[in-house]
């Protein structure tokens, strides 16, 4: 056998590997108590393509105001509505209020100007594939950087949970031969001897390694069962927003449960798709998204408490949005981005990134912020000065690291 998925739909969960999949099933069996506290990097992809320009305003550019006119967050002051200061030039988009104080508190660093190199292609799916391959412009790398780097660090007594995906399908990034999990509702899982639905699925199987994992699967079922999903409680105080099924708040306060529960995790991704390709009426569609996102977030570090420490929470985008707004109230496909970085590692309270500027001459392809910063060489920083990588160059295709180019933000 090359290959092999396991779907469990009605249990939410997710195994795809290749035939190492019983080995690392059996490994996870075989844990009699939660694992140790340790290092854990929490991806989120805004899928949509987000506007960083409206996210982290660059309110003391008057360019910025010049091109959106109408969508333009305004600058800091009195109104409402206006920009949270960060540092003079920048200010956080007032919708993502609750993350101003993890900013001053240094928790919580923004890079700007910073995603693929990869100009030509303005596609969701070719981006998104290209940003999760970690080799943009490269159709033919069909593994994620976050499997190249498991592979690249193997862990003899890693649970089946090191690796995990929150949400319906694995994404990209975490898929190729190194184990991994995407999950649905933690409470939804089920233990014991499993239901008819589970007894047909095995008997239908004719692949003797399949039918003799099962036991194994059940036994990492049981291993997700205890982070006690059923009776989970977030710290005091913390509220993620709603928790409705597929919510962000819901899949942050799983990936916190499974920290706290210390089952091994050391790599999540969690998903937030829908409402980013803001074509129009973007000063509207944006405010709720952030709402969301920036109280999610902040929920996330509190509930975590002292556990933050262990924690860096990286966010992306597949690209950013057009300078210039649109005759629709809103902007389209563009190039440069922001990237949030959050938790205890993260030297924070700083903008960082080379600016280019908006002027007509500094954009690129007369439209679009300028890159300055490869998502590749933030992500490397990550890699290497939290969770300690070793071959941060085995990880990107083709592309070398090079700490001199690190932002200096972990």
């Known amino acids: 056998m090359n290959s092999r998925r396991v779907f469990l739909k009605e249990g939410g969960l997710a195994v795809l590997g290749l035939s190492m999949v019983?080995?690392?099933?059996?490994?996870?069996?075989?844990?009699?108590?939660?694992?140790?506290?340790?290092?854990?990097?929490?991806?989120?992809?805004?899928?949509?393509?987000?506007?960083?320009?409206?996210?982290?305003?660059?309110?003391?550019?008057?360019?910025?105001?010049q091109h959106r006119p109408g969508i333009?967050?305004?600058?800091?002051?009195?109104?409402?509505?206006?920009?949270?200061?960060?540092?003079?030039?920048?200010?956080?988009?007032?919708?993502?209020?609750?993350?101003?104080?993890?900013?001053?508190?240094?928790?919580?660093?923004?890079?700007?100007?910073?995603?693929?190199?990869?100009?030509?292609?303005?596609?969701?799916?070719?981006?998104?594939?290209?940003?999760e391959s970690g080799a943009p412009g490269d159709k033919t790398v069909s593994t994620g950087w976050l499997?190249?780097?498991?592979?690249?660090?193997?862990?003899?007594?890693?649970?089946a949970l090191r690796a995990t995906a929150i949400g319906a399908a694995l994404p990209k990034a975490l898929r190729g031969p190194a184990p991994a999990l995407s999950l649905g509702k933690l409470d939804k899982f089920e233990t014991g001897g499993g239901g008819p639905m589970y007894q047909t699925l095995y008997q239908q199987e004719s692949n003797a390694l399949l039918t003799g994992a099962a036991g194994e699967m059940f036994e990492a079922v049981k291993l997700l069962k205890?982070?006690?999903?059923?009776?989970?409680?977030?710290?005091?105080?913390?509220?993620?927003?709603?928790?409705?099924?597929?919510?962000?708040?819901?899949?942050?306060?799983q990936v916190a449960q499974l920290i706290k529960a210390n089952v091994g995790l050391q790599v999540a991704f969690v998903d937030v798709a829908g409402g980013w390709d803001t074509h129009q009426g973007e000063a509207e569609r944006l405010t709720p998204l952030l709402q969301t996102f920036g109280r999610a977030l902040a929920a996330f570090h509190q509930d975590l408490g002292d556990?933050?420490?262990?924690?860096?929470v990286l966010t992306m985008s597949e690209f950013g949005r057009t300078a210039r707004e649109n005759g629709n109230g809103?902007?389209?496909?563009?190039?440069?981005?922001?990237?949030?970085?959050?938790?205890?590692?993260?030297?924070?309270?700083?903008?960082?990134?080379t600016w280019p500027g908006l002027e007509p001459e500094q954009l690129n392809e007369d439209r679009d912020l300028a890159l300055t910063t490869d998502f590749r060489d933030v992500i490397a920083e990550v890699l290497t000065r939290h969770l300690e990588c070793e071959r941060p160059d085995a990880v990107f295709p083709r592309y070398s690291i090079d700490a001199k180019r690190f932002t200096g933000m972990v």
């Open 307 to 312: 556990r933050m420490e262990d924690v860096v």
């Open 147 to 159: 499997n190249r780097y498991l592979q690249g660090a193997p862990e003899p007594d890693a649970t």
């Open 22 to 65: 019983p080995g690392f099933l059996y490994r996870a069996a075989a844990v009699a108590a939660p694992s140790k506290r340790r290092k854990t990097l929490v991806v989120i992809f805004q899928r949509g393509g987000a506007d960083g320009l409206n996210m982290v305003a660059p309110f003391g550019e008057a360019a910025y105001y």
């Open 226 to 253: 205890t982070a006690n999903p059923e009776q989970y409680e977030p710290a005091k105080g913390v509220n993620y927003g709603n928790n409705a099924d597929g919510s962000f708040g819901q899949a942050l306060m």
């Open 330 to 353: 809103g902007t389209d496909h563009g190039h440069a981005n922001v990237m949030f970085a959050m938790g205890g590692p993260v030297k924070g309270g700083k903008v960082y990134g």
């Open 72 to 131: 333009a967050i305004p600058p800091p002051g009195k109104d409402s509505g206006a920009a949270l200061d960060l540092d003079g030039f920048f200010g956080l988009h007032p919708a993502l209020r609750p993350l101003a104080p993890l900013y001053k508190d240094g928790r919580l660093a923004i890079v700007n100007a910073v995603g693929t190199p990869d100009t030509g292609n303005r596609s969701h799916f070719q981006a998104q594939d290209f940003m």
